[in-house]
């Protein structure tokens, strides 16, 4: 259904795009028309990326848990594309671990990229756009000159889970704030939408929640598609969303993850597949794994 120009004059910055499911969805908005742009912490992962996304799509290297810096990617944006009307709220973090062993920085780390990282992007996202309506002539123009947001959540988001409770939460006010800024800034032509995505193997986020092979297939087993999702699917959900084709569709929530989030709680069934002493033997080994002596 889509076209070479389905998002020709969109200029859209993806957070976490420097590889997995940013980077797809980096590509796809790519092929389809759009300038884009991608940030991360890593300049090396960035660069390589936009390598593979295409000539012209740019980089910029951001923590996005500081607001000061966000404030300097958006400028430095700006001054490249004259205005950015497309958001990916994509750069998160999570990790397995029994709630009981979390400490306050364990769960800070992940609240502070997700939760508010989404909210300091999408806050410079917001009022650079409000305040370029104000030269507009006629609420029609005004609205006309809106933008997208699109937020990754997960399907755990109204569940909650086992074991990622600083993922659950952070998810949770990502789509609570969706919700509010949908109805918020509708008057400015601000679309402000969610994808909940289930278990899409990627490097990296992959290999810190699954503790081992045998509970990857599992896992897998326990999914009514009986298989994981790919990159480009995520992708197309989320080109769609951008796209014309979804101008009706505001707070709106899309769930794909081949019903799993029907088996409730992402993480719930470790609670069934092993003894506590062994989640908790095999979380500790994944932590030693991602942080060498």
Known sequence: MFEKDTLLGKHILITGGGSGLGLAMAQQFYTLGAKVAICGRTEAKLQAATAQI????????????????????????TEQWGHINGLVNNAA????????DLSANAFASVVDIVLKGTFHCTSEFGKRLIQSQGTASTAQE?????????????TYTETGSAFVLPSACAK????????????EWSTYGIRVNAIAPGPFPTEGAWSRLMP??????????????????????LANLAAFLMSPMAAYIQGGCITIDGGERLMAGQFNRFVQWMPRPMIKQAFGAMKSSRNPA
């Open 54 to 77: 295409g000539e012209g799509s740019l980089y910029y290297v951001c923590d996005v848990r500081d607001p000061a810096a966000v404030t300097a990617m958006f400028d430095y944006l």
């Open 172 to 183: 949770a006010g990502v789509l609570a704030m969706t919700n509010s800024l949908a109805v």
């Open 93 to 100: 973090g999570n990790f397995l671990a029994a709630s009981e």
């Open 142 to 154: 005004a609205t006309t000159q809106g933008g997208n947001i699109v937020n990754i959540v997960t």
């Open 212 to 233: 081992d092979p045998s509970i990857e297939e599992a896992y897998k087993r326990g999914i009514p598609l009986g298989r994981y999702g790919q990159n480009e699917e």
